[in-house]
Structure formats: structure tokens, C-alpha cells
């Protein structure tokens, strides 16, 4: 299978929410090279609903870093240097229980960053990780549009950390680790729903900061790192780092997985009916558990056709007409609209750009320049302060 269609085939997609934030350090020339390397189509930065594949974002995530010579998308005042991230990794795998390990995490984050830091607490058999976020804190608001990227790198700055420290706690536990509750310091954002399948559905927004809980016990359990799996857990960074905590064991996944086994096999989509025949469910209590996970029926029998349909134009075996009917489409205009909503893109620009990015990525990587100091827009105004407020910060939930 090519490369473009074995990364299409693993399912797991990303908002563009994310990808507008990630380039929005980068100068439009710089914009335009990172989204080319990717694969990703710069029209779909307009599109408020349009998804990328996963491996997508992970080229455009190595991408930017090495425009910026900053794995954290400049967004701190401080660059976090690239290779900064294996090198923490390669001190976590040498500790032998995770609590060590997580408070050497911790540690790292407090030395690359000065806007943005994070504390582990713990107390009443409960842990959390808290971030302090400085990211824009004295930067003059100039004009609604400074106060909106201001508050665009805030969120997308607690979004990155939670994604690597979260991705990092369930790599050295050899397992996901469930949260029993997420706060955001933000307000709800248009993506909300992407926190559910990243992190957990017990969420709150406008919290006093943003934070991460999970059972205390976590923390003795011992470091399961080999160092055959310390080199794969690099290799595939970052989406083995922001796939690691995506929740793959509900309802709604297993529907999805018989849908698409289905469909693999030329057979029409199966019926709400039909699959709770499988799950041994009646139709009713299906459909209130796929509710309760934040997943619809209808939503969830579109996610595996985009996903499906994503694998066969990067494949590029069949042509349009024959994807549209292998997934159960009347016809190839009725796949194409569908197509546009899902992605904003046409099928065949999005087959070109994915067919382009896998290229890319096999040849030889050219290196890049990188902007020094880089800075996220909203940061680069910011003075530093000479002493630093002690923020309180949230006590462990009960």
C-alpha cells in the first residue's frame, strides 16, 4: 500500500482548528512551503469544518518546527529548540516508576518555557497536571485582532502541553490513561468536541486554569519504556504523542469499526438495526450510548466513509466514481458534495495534495531556515516581566 494510503487507512483525523493555529507563527511563504510538505491544501485554513488526517498534521507539526527551530509552534517567548522533546524522552525511559519520570517532565517544561509552565499536584488520591499559562500577558491590545491571537496561542498553547504531557504519562504507563476530569482556562471553543475523543467528556470550561486529573495511583505504577520502544515512540513522534491518549475502547468505536469492515468488504453500510443486532443491544439503547459519547449515528456512519473514502484517493487506484459507489453514494456528484463538507475540499485536490505530501516525505528532507528569535505573533511584543506572579493554583477535586 502507498504511504499516503496506509497513513489515510489508520482513521484518525484532526480540525483544522488545530492546523490554522499551528501556521499561524509562520510568514506566508513559509505558510505556504509547511502546508505543501503536509499535504494539506491551503484553502482548507477558511474552512471551519473542514479535518485532516493525522499523519497530515504530524508532517505539518515536524514542519513548522523546523521553520521555526521550535517544537512548540513559537509559541512561547522561549523556543523549545528541536530535539528537545527526544532528549526528554530518552530521561524518562532511564526512570524506573512513572511519578520520577513525571515530575522530570515537569521539570522540562519549567526549563524550555517562560510564558507558560505546569505543576503536579496531587492530593486525595487524585493528580493533576496545572498549567500556568503567561502566553501574552503584558502585549498591548491593540486592536480586537491582537486580542483574538492573543487568546488563539493561549488555548492552542494549553491544547499542545495537554497533548504532550498526557501523550508522555500514557507512553510510560504502556496504556491509556483515563482522566477523571479536564478543565480549560478558556472559554468553550467552535472545537469542543475534539476534547472528548482527545482527552475525556468530564470537562469544564472558564476554569481557573487548565488542568488534567487521573488516579494518584498512576504515579506508582512502573515505567513499561523499552528501548525498542523508546526508538518507535521517536520514529512515529509526534502522532504517536497526540494518538496516545485518543480513546478507542466505546461504543461508538466498535460501531465504526464494523461499519468500515463492512464497507472493506464491498457490502453495503449496515443499519442502526443491524449493528445493534451485533452488539446484542436493542436500536434505542445504541443510539443513546453513541449520544452519551458524544457521537451520533449519523455522524459516526459519515466519519468512516470520510476516513474510507480518504484511503482510496490517497491509494489512488479507483477513480472517483468508483470510491462514490464502494461506499454506498447514489452517484459521484452526491460523494462529491459530501466530500466538500467534510474536508472543504474537492476529492481530487485532496488526492493530489496527499499524493504530493507522501512524496515529499519519502525524499530526502531539505533543510530549513529557520527565524530567529521565532515567536508566536501574539507573543512577540511581549515584555518579560522581572518578577513573575505566583498564580494560585487550583486544588485537587474531591
Known amino acids: 500500500m502507498p504511504e499516503a494510503a496506509a497513513e489515510a487507512a489508520s482513521g484518525a483525523s484532526v480540525s483544522m482548528a488545530f492546523v490554522r493555529s499551528a501556521v499561524r507563527a509562520l510568514s506566508a511563504p513559509q505558510?505556504?512551503?509547511?502546508?505543501?510538505?503536509?499535504?494539506?491544501?491551503?484553502?482548507?485554513?477558511?474552512?471551519?469544518?473542514?479535518?485532516?488526517?493525522?499523519?497530515?498534521?504530524?508532517?505539518?507539526?515536524?514542519?513548522?518546527?523546523?521553520?521555526?527551530?521550535?517544537?512548540?509552534?513559537?509559541?512561547?517567548?522561549?523556543?523549545?529548540?528541536?530535539?528537545?522533546?527526544?532528549?526528554l524522552c530518552h530521561a524518562l525511559a532511564s526512570q524506573t516508576r512513572v511519578g520520577p519520570a513525571l515530575r522530570l517532565a515537569v521539570r522540562g517544561v519549567v526549563l524550555w518555557f517562560d510564558d507558560i509552565g505546569v505543576a503536579l499536584r496531587i492530593g486525595g488520591g487524585v493528580a493533576g497536571l496545572v498549567i500556568s499559562n503567561r502566553i501574552g500577558g503584558l502585549a498591548p491590545l491593540e486592536s480586537p485582532a491582537a486580542a483574538d491571537q492573543i487568546e488563539d496561542?493561549?488555548?492552542?498553547?494549553?491544547?499542545?502541553?495537554?497533548?504532550?504531557?498526557?501523550?508522555?504519562?500514557?507512553?510510560?504507563?504502556?496504556?491509556?490513561?483515563?482522566?477523571?476530569?479536564?478543565?480549560?482556562?478558556?472559554?468553550?471553543?467552535?472545537?469542543?468536541?475534539?476534547?472528548?475523543?482527545m482527552f475525556s467528556p468530564l470537562q469544564r470550561f472558564d476554569?481557573?486554569?487548565?488542568?488534567?486529573?487521573f488516579d494518584a495511583r498512576v504515579l506508582q505504577a512502573e515505567v513499561v519504556v523499552t528501548p525498542a520502544g523508546l526508538k518507535a515512540f521517536l520514529r512515529d513522534s509526534p502522532q504517536s504523542v497526540f494518538l496516545k491518549q485518543v480513546q478507542t475502547t466505546g461504543v461508538s468505536d466498535r460501531v465504526r469499526r464494523l461499519c468500515r469492515d463492512a464497507l472493506d468488504r464491498g457490502d453495503a453500510a449496515p443499519t442502526l438495526c443491524l449493528l445493534a443486532r451485533e452488539l446484542q443491544l436493542s436500536p434505542a439503547s445504541l443510539r443513546r450510548r453513541l449520544e452519551a459519547e458524544g457521537a451520533g449515528w449519523g455522524q459516526v456512519k459519515d466519519a468512516v466513509r470520510r476516513d474510507l473514502a480518504w484511503q482510496h484517493l490517497a491509494c489512488g487506484e479507483l477513480s472517483v466514481g468508483e470510491i462514490a459507489a464502494r461506499l454506498g453514494f447514489n452517484d459521484a456528484s452526491t460523494f462529491y458534495r459530501a466530500f466538500r463538507k467534510w474536508t472543504g475540499s474537492a476529492p481530487g485536490a485532496w488526492r493530489n495534495a496527499a499524493l504530493a505530501g507522501a512524496a515529499r516525505q519519502t525524499a530526502?528532507?531539505?533543510?530549513?531556515?529557520?527565524?530567529?528569535?521565532?515567536?508566536?505573533?501574539?507573543?512577540?511584543?511581549?515584555?518579560?516581566?522581572?518578577?513573575?506572579?505566583?498564580?494560585?493554583?487550583?486544588?485537587?477535586?474531591?
Do not use: N
Open 31 to 87: 505558510r505556504e512551503a509547511a502546508l505543501a510538505e503536509a499535504g494539506i491544501p491551503p484553502s482548507l485554513l477558511a474552512s471551519a469544518a473542514a479535518r485532516v488526517p493525522a499523519a497530515a498534521f504530524a508532517r505539518l507539526w515536524i514542519a513548522v518546527a523546523r521553520w521555526l527551530d521550535d517544537e512548540f509552534f513559537g509559541l512561547d517567548s522561549r523556543r523549545m529548540k528541536v530535539g528537545s522533546f527526544a532528549m
Open 153 to 197: 496561542a493561549r488555548r492552542f498553547a494549553d491544547e499542545t502541553l495537554l497533548v504532550m504531557l498526557h501523550g508522555l504519562l500514557c507512553w510510560l504507563v504502556g496504556r491509556r490513561v483515563p482522566l477523571s476530569r479536564l478543565d480549560w482556562a478558556h472559554p468553550r471553543p467552535a472545537h469542543a468536541d475534539e476534547y472528548r475523543r
Open 364 to 398: 530526502r528532507p531539505v533543510a530549513h531556515p529557520t527565524t530567529h528569535p521565532a515567536t508566536h505573533p501574539a507573543t512577540r511584543t511581549t515584555a518579560r516581566p522581572t518578577a513573575r506572579p505566583t498564580a494560585s493554583l487550583p486544588k485537587p477535586p474531591p
Open 207 to 213: 476554569a481557573a486554569a487548565t488542568a488534567i486529573w
